[in-house]
């Protein structure tokens, strides 16, 4: 897609973990990976550029458990708790 002066590109990468791969070694495992991509154009040659890639399925398909640091926790447990009660109230 073009808009402008920006270029957005998305797709799909498979493969195969057959290496080290930031410390985790080779799993043998088949993953993919879904991308998007936002260059900038000016004068025909790209500027600027923005991408992203599904880190975390990444690292769930290769079996790593996301755990969340201390900072985050209380927030994760704060919603949890919440819910809890949302639930509750409910029922």
């Not at 590109?9 to 990976?33: D, M, N, R, Y």
């Not at 991509?37 to 790593?64: C, P, S, T, Y």
């Amino acid at each position: 897609m073009v808009s402008e002066d920006k270029v957005v590109t998305c797709g799909k990468f498979t493969a195969t973990h057959v290496g080290e791969f930031q410390g985790l070694s080779p799993t043998g495992k088949q993953i993919s990976l879904c991308i998007m991509h936002i260059d900038r154009v000016e004068n025909g040659k790209i500027v600027e550029h923005w991408g992203q890639g599904d880190a975390f399925g990444l690292m769930q398909q290769l079996g790593v458990v996301f755990l969340p640091g201390p900072k985050l926790l209380p927030y994760i447990l704060k919603g949890a708790v919440s819910n809890l009660f949302k639930q509750a109230e409910r029922s």
